[in-house]
């Protein structure tokens, strides 16, 4: 199916990003060494990727009315995808609390904000066409209003769907889950979540087995061991990653999904989007911040000759602690 444009249903929100050296114990205290103030959410990320790799993108979501929401605002149009609703009045976007640990790991806790107020009237102002590539977020079905705009809209939609379960998509109520699936032409997910979505720790039986229950295609993100394909109900089978040097793991999910789609849209059949997209998320973990992904130049560097650029996007604010 023809892919010209990425539309986003997920949440776009303001990240506060620390780095520790690692978590304290419950209970205790740490010092960050390093913080800023960007905007993030799965639909940012995923969005910045896209447009990054030559898929135009617009944001379909909610948003505030305040300093995140304008912050959140100005990120978007610096990065040149356009925003279909107004805001949201009497509520700013919400945000949420990252801590990268030395690791690149990273533990989030959210605040939830105006971007869970995506109504019936409002999805319905989103003019979406037939070649469009609609990303679902698990984050955003988890709130009610957004559920059931969501939920509500799928039948109506002619292009591809992508569902993103995220960190907490197993939340989601079984039905709704259900109705999603059922619609979603690809589920892309991490391991841990494939593994919250099946109870089975293989990645390739959960890949399986979430394919038998959707229909869809099935990718199972691996971080450097790459990842896991399942597509027209081929076996699963392991596009291998790339080694390099981790530093930020925020977001490099949400760059894999943009650039999957990118990818699709360029022509790529499934296999080779899949190469692509963990080119791109390679390259977005050597880099600190939730929107770091590459552009489609240094992409094909990095894929010709295995270097990683030394640019870096910029954010919206940052500063080094003593």
């Known amino acids: 199916m023809t892919i010209?444009?990425?539309?986003s249903l997920g949440d776009v929100v303001v990240?506060?990003?620390?780095?520790?050296?690692?978590?304290?114990?419950?209970?205790?205290?740490?010092?960050?060494?390093?913080?800023?103030?960007?905007?993030?959410?799965?639909?940012?990320?995923?969005?910045?990727?896209?447009?990054?790799?030559?898929?135009?993108?617009?944001?379909?979501?909610?948003?505030?009315?305040?300093?995140?929401?304008?912050?959140?605002?100005?990120?978007?149009?610096?990065?040149?995808?356009?925003?279909?609703?107004?805001?949201?009045?009497?509520?700013?976007?919400?945000?949420?609390?990252?801590?990268?640990?030395d690791s690149g790991e990273r533990t989030f806790v959210t605040v939830v904000g105006a971007e869970a107020q995506l109504t019936k009237e409002l999805i319905d102002r989103v003019e979406f066409e037939m070649d469009d590539a609609v990303h679902v977020s698990g984050y955003g079905l988890l709130q009610p209003a957004n559920r059931l705009a969501?939920?509500?809209?799928?039948?109506?939609?002619?292009?591809?769907?992508?569902?993103?379960?995220?960190?907490?998509?197993?939340?989601?109520?079984?039905?709704?889950?259900?109705?999603?699936?059922?619609?979603?032409?690809?589920?892309?997910?991490?391991?841990?979540?494939?593994?919250?979505?099946?109870?089975?720790?293989?990645?390739?039986?959960?890949a399986d087995a979430i394919a038998a229950r959707s229909g869809g295609g099935v990718i199972v993100r691996l971080g450097p061991d790459g990842c896991i394909v399942v597509e027209g109900g081929n076996v699963a089978e392991h596009i291998p990653g790339y080694a390099v040097d981790v530093i930020d793991t925020n977001g490099a999910g949400d760059a894999h999904v943009g650039a999957f789609l990118a990818a699709l849209a360029a022509g790529a059949g499934p296999r080779a989007a899949a190469q692509r997209a963990n080119a791109v998320a390679a390259i977005a973990v050597t880099r600190r911040g939730p929107a770091s992904s590459p552009n489609h130049e240094e992409t094909d560097i990095f894929l010709r000759n295995g270097v990683v650029s030394a640019s870096a996007p910029r954010i919206d604010a940052f500063s080094r602690l003593p």
Not at 27 to 40: K, M, N, P, Q, Y
Not at 161 to 168: C, E, I, Q, S, W
């Open 4 to 7: 010209r444009r990425l539309v």
């Open 15 to 101: 990240d506060i990003v620390t780095r520790i050296d690692a978590l304290p114990e419950r209970g205790a205290d740490v010092l960050a060494t390093e913080a800023s103030i960007t905007a993030g959410g799965c639909a940012f990320n995923t969005m910045v990727a896209a447009m990054r790799q030559g898929l135009p993108a617009m944001y379909g979501g909610a948003h505030g009315t305040g300093p995140f929401g304008d912050l959140a605002r100005r990120a978007l149009a610096r990065e040149g995808i356009r925003v279909t609703l107004n805001p949201i009045p009497d509520a700013d976007t919400g945000f949420d609390i990252a801590m990268i640990e």
């Open 150 to 206: 969501t939920v509500g809209k799928l039948d109506d939609l002619e292009g591809t769907v992508l569902f993103d379960p995220g960190p907490l998509g197993h939340q989601i109520p079984p039905d709704d889950l259900d109705a999603v699936l059922i619609r979603a032409d690809w589920w892309s997910g991490n391991r841990r979540e494939a593994r919250l979505a099946t109870g089975l720790d293989d990645a390739e039986a959960a």
